[in-house]
């Protein structure tokens, strides 16, 4: 898996700087987050496809979590095997309140056991956001979107 052409737009009020860097597909991400996160927060995932890059993408799958849920839940799911994957290199969460606080992830490279064996090769866009409420409904109050651009 090789992640590339990525860009972060994120809250304010919640996260005083976001900078996130992928070298040679190596992801590094530092958060400054100053406001805490509670019992509500959602995250969201799409995966979009395309077989050449002359082809729009397409989408493969939306999927959507209670993310302090996905967190105190000892069931391994596809984005909880994800999350213990990226805990190996970084220090996020791993119950909620999300207390605010600087959080890192250095040196992380998904491996293909996270990947579903379902994927074929291709380019693929991955669009994950963290938010409160109901997703593209009047009530969603964005926290968080990153859109990356994955090779497999």
Not at 70 to 93: E, I, T
């Amino acid at each position: 898996v090789m992640i590339s052409n990525h860009y972060c737009n994120y809250n304010r009020d919640v996260f005083s700087n976001i900078t996130l860097q992928i070298p040679n597909g190596i992801v590094y991400l530092d958060m400054w987050m100053v406001k805490s996160l509670s019992v509500g927060l959602r995250g969201h995932v799409s995966l979009e496809f395309r077989a050449i890059k002359s082809q729009p993408f397409h989408r493969v799958f939306d999927y959507d979590l209670d993310y302090c849920a996905m967190l105190n839940n000892p069931r391994v799911s596809l984005s909880r095997r994800w999350y213990l994957s990226m805990l190996k290199n970084g220090n996020f969460a791993v119950s909620c309140p999300i207390l605010p606080r600087y959080y890192y992830l250095y040196g992380w490279k998904p491996d293909g056991n996270l990947v579903p064996s379902f994927l074929t090769l291709g380019d693929y866009r991955i669009i994950a956001s963290f938010y409160y409420g109901k997703f593209r409904e009047n009530t969603e109050k964005p926290l968080l979107k990153c859109t990356a651009q994955a090779n497999l």
